[in-house]
């Protein structure tokens, strides 16, 4: 168990310690979750910090999984077996979309700018989030950057389940480091003794 998504994100980069002298490293975190642990990272890494806008379409409390993800250039990444196997009402399923098309906008509103990803060509990209359950964040993050133009992906993260993700999370990426390995993984708070919902005012500072 980790202290907070910080000191995992610590812990990661003691085992990256080898792009430290790297000038073609940065560090990106998905938001919001995830900029605890880059901030961890990059302290360790000395190494610049950015946010990934990748925002999941969840159905509320009707569902445990999400639907899909909507990317920084409202690029849909949808979970078309996962809709199809649970009959998910088109009309709702619009509904969820432009939802999450809004949280998408705000945080656009908040996060690009100047501080917001640079030219990725050539540049190796440490991609961090907070866990990994079903991967699909971290999946829809991948194309993304790679669609931006990054040399190489490292997928860093605390903790993520090897029946729902992992296999496939590391196919896409070109390394990872994983610090923690369990089965299946559904809630956060299993596997920190301290973790509280990132504001966006929290990921600013950290940035």
Not at 137 to 152: F, N, P, V, Y
Request: aromatic fraction near 10%.
């Amino acid at each position: 168990m980790f202290k907070n998504p910080i000191h995992a994100g610590k812990l990661l980069g003691a085992q990256l310690l080898g792009y430290k002298k790297n000038d073609s490293v940065v560090v990106v975190g998905i938001l919001l979750g995830g900029i605890e642990p880059a901030y961890g990272i990059s302290q360790v890494l000395q190494k610049p910090l950015y946010p990934l806008i990748i925002s999941r379409i969840y159905p509320l409390a009707e569902l445990d999984w999400t639907l899909g993800t909507i990317n920084d250039s409202f690029h849909l990444f949808m979970n078309n077996s996962f809709i199809k196997k649970n009959n998910i009402d088109k009309k709702k399923l619009k509904n969820y979309i432009n939802k999450t098309k809004n949280s998408v906008r705000e945080l656009r509103s908040h996060f690009i700018n100047d501080s917001f990803l640079p030219s990725l060509h050539k540049k190796i990209i440490i991609l961090t989030d907070d866990g990994m359950a079903s991967g699909y964040s971290m999946s829809a993050a991948i194309e993304t950057l790679r669609q931006k133009g990054a040399k190489k992906i490292i997928v860093a993260i605390p903790f993520a389940g090897i029946a729902t993700s992992l296999a496939y999370i590391e196919r896409k990426a070109d390394d990872s480091i994983v610090l923690e390995r369990p089965f299946v993984c559904f809630n956060k708070e299993s596997y920190y003794k301290n973790i509280q919902v990132v504001t966006i005012k929290k990921a600013k500072y950290l940035i």
